[in-house]
């Protein structure tokens, strides 16, 4: 599975976006970009994914460039709770018996949002 | 749905000890991770299981290991003997099979090893 880099850490205001980027140079064609994230003493959360096309949903964007060689998470009004390590994940997808992406977690970015 | 179920939520044992984490996936998800998180390594997969199947189980990291999933509602976690550098926080997590499936991760057991 490619490698990711992301910064270790950021800081944002409360009620400002929070975009967090992620670079995965050696991304294959037929992986996917993954997000999650883990609160403080919680499990990882599954935030959004996507594979060529920018994706939206009820938590966050994801931009992913067209040469699929980076991509941003976007939290469009950073709250205190959304204070959290975000995790940007490249893998195949899972479809099952041998053919499954293992989910590799690097070291993520430590968001902080202050009021 | 509950979600991913894990006892217990703590566990202090004595080395040498043998523990036993145990997992309940969601309902109709077929495919189960164990994950361990320390600082100095982060998150590491130790197992997947797929239809109750062990399919990769290159992250367990010793013979002192050892996972089971008897049926697709209930997994287990083994370490016998335990060992200081055991104490880690072990997670769970379950997703469906498919393109687009995502983990859904338990709460995990925070293990101390004394």
């Known amino acids: 599975d490619a490698k990711t880099t992301q910064p270790p850490s950021m800081d944002c205001a409360e009620g400002r976006a929070a975009n967090l980027p992620c670079n995965h140079s050696?991304?294959?064609?037929?992986?996917?970009v993954y997000w999650y994230r883990q609160i403080h003493s919680q499990g990882p959360q599954y935030i959004i994914h996507g594979l060529k096309n920018n994706e939206t949903n009820e938590m966050a964007s994801l931009i992913i460039t067209e040469d699929r060689k980076s991509s941003t998470l976007i939290l469009p009004h950073a709250t205190l709770r959304d204070t959290a390590v975000y995790y940007c994940i490249v893998s195949r997808p899972n479809a099952g018996g041998t053919s499954y992406g293992k989910l590799t977690f690097g070291q993520g970015t430590i968001l902080t949002v202050h009021p | 749905d509950a979600g991913v179920i894990q006892s217990p939520r703590h566990e202090v044992t004595e080395m040498g000890q043998e523990v036993t984490l145990r997992c309940k996936p969601i309902s109709g998800h077929n495919s189960l991770f164990w994950y361990r998180q320390t600082m100095m390594r982060g998150l590491e997969l130790l197992i997947y299981f797929n239809n109750n199947v062990p399919i990769d189980d290159s992250g367990m990291p010793e013979d002192r290991f050892s996972a089971k999933m008897p049926n697709a509602s209930f997994s287990t976690l083994k370490i016998q003997p335990s060992e200081p550098r055991d104490s880690a926080v072990y997670f769970c997590?379950?997703?469906?099979?498919?393109?687009?499936?995502?983990?859904?991760f338990g709460s995990g057991t925070q293990l101390s090893v004394l």
């Open positions: 997590a379950s997703s469906l099979d498919g393109a687009n499936e995502k983990l859904f």
């Open positions: 050696t991304i294959s064609g037929n992986e996917y």
